[in-house]
């Protein structure tokens, strides 16, 4: 079904059932402008297509549930979705709601039930200026590999702010495109290979940090485990609160062994040995207090840097901006080595690989 006003003056479409649409790259709905008005009182389902509700402006009520391959909810530019029921993306790789300068309000449940799925993602409408930012608020449980990304960036459900907006939610922000969630929503899928398949959910927890001393440096590590995908790409997501109790940690060792030591904070990223690829992201927030904290180093340790018996070191003298590591298994191939270059544009100051005969900068 589509819908705009192109010819001028209010738009208002009301279904009393169920749309039900079943084709090659086939859409439940598409709102093309501002002053177009839906409301379905059943839901909406999609089969071998490709979203469930689309809306560029314009205003979508939907009172039962949302199904559809990639993406249920799709929505931009100002345009305004409530939906009473559940959404679900069933595809490989797929987002259940993606909203880009829109506000979307799901009272229900986000499910991204395939593997490498996303439950929400966010970003501004840079069309306009000044940019339109996102508004997302979901009653329910996000369920997907990953359940929220802002823009380029993973958010785990304790990166949320220390005050809310909005009473009994949790809210995120990156100063522009805002998502209010329930406290403890997220739940993490865990997907077969096969992609496609609904998984299992659980809690996103986090790992348990251990400290070590040796000679005048004192080491809290911490452990984040990730899956690969079919290609071989692995993702760490380390969440402001794994950091932030390793440098707690850190702190408290080397102040307990006496003058002169120094703290350090290591995050060891596991992985499958099928990984040939590792990537690493840390909340700048966390990095700063890692700086402000008089931390010497934030070593991250990759599976795949392992296996060439290397380490990436961050130091961390006025380091301000969000850290964002990669580190390929065929570093001599030309294509790899403008990843990473693509990847360190983001990093002021020293980024330093002591496994090249610490030799400094990539």
Not at 55 to 79: C, L, M, Q, R
Not at 113 to 124: E, K, L, N, R, T
Not at 126 to 142: N, R
């Amino acid at each position: 079904m589509y819908i705009d006003s192109e010819s001028g003056g209010l738009q208002s479409v009301l279904i009393g059932g169920d749309v039900t649409v079943t084709g090659d790259k086939s859409r439940g709905v598409y709102l093309g402008a501002e002053e177009a008005v839906l409301s379905v009182e059943g839901s909406v389902t999609v089969t071998g297509g490709v979203s469930g509700v689309s809306a560029g402006k314009g205003e979508v009520a939907i009172k039962g549930d949302i199904t559809a391959p990639d993406y249920a909810v799709n929505a931009w530019h100002g345009a305004s979705v409530t939906v009473q029921g559940n959404v679900v993306a069933t595809e490989k790789e797929a987002t259940a709601v993606s909203s880009s300068g829109a506000d979307v309000h799901i009272q229900g449940n986000v499910t991204s039930s395939g593997q490498d799925g996303m439950g929400i993602y966010v970003s501004a409408w840079k069309l306009v200026d000044p940019a339109e930012g996102a508004k997302v608020t979901v009653d329910g449980k996000i369920s997907a590999a990953t359940p929220l990304r802002m823009e380029s960036l993973p958010v785990e459900e304790s990166e949320h702010t220390e005050t809310t907006t909005k009473e009994d939610y949790y809210t995120f922000t990156d100063g522009t495109n805002t998502v209010w969630a329930k406290p403890g929503s997220f739940q993490r899928v865990v997907t077969g290979s096969s992609g496609g398949g609904r998984g299992t959910s659980a809690p996103v927890e986090t790992p348990k940090t251990e400290t070590n001393v040796a000679g005048n440096t004192a080491t809290a590590a911490t452990t984040v485990t990730v899956a690969v995908d079919s290609s071989g790409n692995a993702t760490a997501i380390v969440n402001y609160t794994q950091v932030s109790d390793a440098i707690s940690k850190a702190r408290e060792e080397a102040e307990k062994q006496g003058e002169g030591m120094v703290a350090r904070v290591e995050i060891k990223v596991e992985a499958p040995a099928a990984a040939t690829t590792a990537e690493t992201s840390i909340p700048k927030e966390a990095v700063s207090q890692a700086a402000e904290a008089g931390i010497g180093a934030l070593t991250i340790s990759t599976p795949v840097a392992r296996r060439d018996n290397r380490e990436t070191v961050v130091r961390l003298h006025g380091y301000r901006e969000h850290c964002f590591l990669s580190k390929r298994s065929h570093d001599a191939s030309g294509g790899n080595r403008n990843h990473q270059r693509k990847r360190r544009q983001a990093l002021p100051n020293e980024y330093n690989d002591p496994g090249r005969n610490g030799t400094g900068p990539l």
